[in-house]
């Protein structure tokens, strides 16, 4: 009967999600034994070491694990014939969820097999700290086998910094034998997992495994780009080219979209290249070429009174979340405004909104002011709300998607009254991170598990795994995290940190949109390109971001 087989789809259990558990994972030959059995592989040091500009304090901070591996990227050319045996790993998520975690785990159960364990660790940092330990069985990988989400285990976003939190993690380690702990997340996580590598040399291995749906976790060409990031932006992607296909459809509506990435404008760029809008944004153009808000906002003006004038009264903007902290004069308002609050913060505690408006105009200087004075009133209240513990305002919650909006309807008032500008505003964040996997991120998660086992039983500590090479069967790599590490200051003191990575304005990427984005504001040439597929014609498709910026001639990836 149908309300049965309706009963039977809960939990997790519905056509697609049993069917998907189904679906096979490319999985790079190398990983394959003759009889087609999934063994581990072994690492030999390759080329010079890989070094930042801060080698040299980050050699001295990271002593053990620097000298242990030499900075030297590691390559994978051959079967390990003789794995350690015996082995107790720990693998926990850490940070925002991203598609294809399940996977790292399924990779790392079946490249460690019944000869070592794999426990899973409950609940992120948090509760590697508690020692919140669970077996993984094989029963538990089939079930979590290509689903989206961090389900399995938890997350969350505590910073292992203290010397009491790295005491507790090497009694925890210590009382429970484990014999190494992976580390799945994104430049903050694996800049801890190099501090735990090191805190805990020699007894336990750290190795990272590189996610982040932002996509600001790469190593050039031996690491095109991290795991999450394919699936978010497709699913995005899928998002705009619905609504671009409407706004023809109804001929009146402008949208304003917000995408996922605080720091980098990697998926805005990777979703305009998926749909082809009338604007597209990308905040380290702006902040290289200096764009001030009013030319942002002018622009925009110019392309909807232009299309207007061709009777196409619609359009897509797309945003990075990110923008506002890139806009050179906003950020120097920004930075004024918070000196402005910490100097003034007795006499300004109990004023209102309003009289704190009044206040900050008659303190600033003209330009600043008339900046200040040019933001719609909303926007100005946010500015002058209360700052965090170190000073700053939250920018991540000011809606600039809205604040775009209603500056470029006031310039387009100015410039040309007649033109309509009606318009909707979104925001795609969390609807990109815990969706089912791409093929693309199903197999590149599956395999960099597969990387991390192995690192474990060749008995290597300090480096994270890496996939390159994607369209011609995958070369199997491990980056020393020390080669990744930089000193930025941070809150007002140095930290050691890997370095986030940006959209680079000349990058191939990039270029491609710089010299098709005229053509796509003067007309509509949008596409679509509907549901991701992990079955059919598109199912083997990688970002069109790292197929142009790799250097590859083709969409496909193959592994």
């Known amino acids: 009967m149908l309300t049965a087989d309706l009963k039977k789809m809960e939990q997790g259990s519905s056509i697609f999600e ?45 002593r053990h694990i620097v000298q242990a591996g030499g900075n030297r990227l590691l390559t994978a050319k051959r079967k390990n014939l003789s794995p350690t045996l015996g082995q107790r790993a720990a693998v926990l998520f850490s940070g925002g969820p991203a598609a294809g975690g399940h996977n790292v785990v399924a990779g790392l159960k079946a490249v460690l097999g019944r000869q070592n364990v794999l426990l899973g660790v409950r609940g992120g940092p948090k509760g590697l700290l508690n020692g919140e ?26 910073k292992i910094k203290t010397t009491e939190q790295f005491l507790q993690v090497k009694k925890v380690c210590a009382k429970n ?41 790469q190593a050039g060409k031996f690491l095109p780009i991290s795991f ?26 402008w949208h304003f979209i917000k995408l996922m990435g605080r720091a980098a404008s990697h998926v805005a760029l990777e979703v305009a290249l998926q749909t082809r809008p009338a604007v597209t944004l990308i905040s380290e153009e ?60 007795a006499s300004l505690k109990n004023l209102s909104l309003a009289k704190r408006r009044e206040f900050a105009a008659k303190e600033l200087q003209s330009e600043q ?28 919650q000011i809606p600039t998607e809205k604040l775009l909006i209603d500056m470029t309807a006031a310039r387009i008032k100015q410039l040309s009254p007649d033109t309509p500008f009606a318009t909707n505003s979104h925001f795609f964040g969390y609807e990109g991170r815990c969706g089912a996997p791409s093929l693309f991120d199903a197999a590149f998660t599956f395999n960099l598990g597969l990387i991390a086992g192995s690192l474990i039983l060749d008995k290597r500590t300090g480096y994270m795994a890496a996939l390159s090479d994607l369209h011609k069967g995958g070369r199997v790599l491990a980056i020393p995290l020390t080669g990744l590490i930089n000193v930025e200051k941070r809150h007002g003191k140095d930290e050691m940190v890997i370095e986030k990575a940006l959209v680079k304005t000349n990058s191939p990427a990039f270029k491609f949109l710089a ?45």
């Open 177 to 217: 034998k484990l014999n190494a702990l992976v580390i799945v997340g994104g430049d903050d996580s694996n800049t801890n997992a190099a501090l735990l590598a090191e805190y805990l040399y020699p007894e336990v291995q750290v190795i990272g495994v590189p996610k982040t749906i932002d996509g600001d976790l």
């Open 18 to 62: 049993r069917e998907v558990r189904k679906l096979a994972v490319p999985v790079c030959k190398l990983f394959l034994d003759e009889q087609g059995q999934i063994v581990p592989v072994t690492f030999n040091p390759e080329g010079k070491p890989l070094n930042t500009k801060d080698a040299k304090p980050v050699a001295a901070e990271f």
């Open 228 to 253: 999450g990031f394919d699936t978010a932006t497709k699913i995005y992607a899928e998002l705009v080219g619905n609504i671009l296909q409407d706004t023809p459809s109804s001929r009146k509506y």
């Open 369 to 396: 002011a008339a900046l200040f004075k040019s933001l719609p009133e909303y926007i100005q209240e946010m500015l002058l709300l209360d700052r965090d513990s170190h000073g700053n305002l939250q920018v991540s």
């Open 133 to 158: 330990f669970f077996t993984i069985t094989d029963k538990d990988v089939k079930r979590i086998l290509n689903t989206g989400g961090f389900d399995f285990l938890g997350s969350d976003r505590t």
């Open 286 to 345: 702006v902040a290289a070429r200096k764009i001030p808000l009013r030319k942002i906002v002018d622009d925009l003006a110019q392309i909807v009174i232009k299309r207007a004038k061709k009777g196409l009264k619609h359009g897509v903007v797309i945003i990075p979340e990110g923008l506002i902290e890139f806009i050179p004069d906003l950020t120097d308002l920004l930075k004024t405004l918070n000196d402005l609050m910490a100097r003034h913060a």
């Open 515 to 559: 010299a098709r984005r005229r053509a796509w504001s003067a007309a509509d040439v949008f596409t679509s390109p509907g549901p991701r597929q992990l079955w059919g014609p598109a199912a083997n498709q990688m970002p069109i971001s790292v197929a142009l910026n790799q250097g590859y001639a083709s969409l496909n990836f193959k592994l």
